[in-house]
Nanobody
Framework: VQLQASGGGLVQAGGSPRLSCAVS????????MGWFRQAPGKEREFVAA????????FYTDSVKGRLTISRDNAKNTVYLQMNVLKPEDTAVYSC????????????????WGQGTLVTVSS
């Protein structure tokens, strides 16, 4: 399974970019998919996840109501819609796939893509 994240860049505070994670090798519908981020000098942090059924989503408290994870099975792609971005959202965002029914810890994920940097300017 290979994951390719894209969509990062420089965004003004309040902006609404959308990150994409293209999955190849297996159907995305067979995995729990997650997004993690790592800010400079900080540890990797869970951001959002969607269970393999697509029926459940999970978010860290700091992004609830602002970021939304979704999945397009036909395109084998997972998205992270980011709204009302804040400077503290600046980080490298990475997507990951897990064979578990749900997963919110980084060590529960089996496959990782390279990160995409999102920089939010104030």
């Amino acid at each position: 399974v290979q994951l390719q994240a894209s969509g990062g860049g420089l965004v003004q505070a309040g902006g609404s970019p959308r990150l994409s994670c293209a999955v190849s090798g297996r159907a995305v519908s067979g995995y729990t998919m997650g997004w993690f981020r790592q800010a400079p000098g900080k540890e990797r942090e869970f951001v959002a996840a969607m269970s393999w059924s697509g029926g459940n989503t999970f978010y860290t408290d700091s992004v609830k109501g602002r970021l939304t994870i979704s999945r397009d099975n036909a395109k084998n792609t997972v998205y992270l819609q980011m709204n009302v971005l804040k400077p503290e959202d600046t980080a490298v965002y990475s997507c990951a796939a897990s064979g578990r029914r749900t997963a919110i810890r980084w060590d529960e994920y089996d496959y990782w893509g390279q990160g995409t940097l999102v920089t939010v300017s104030s």
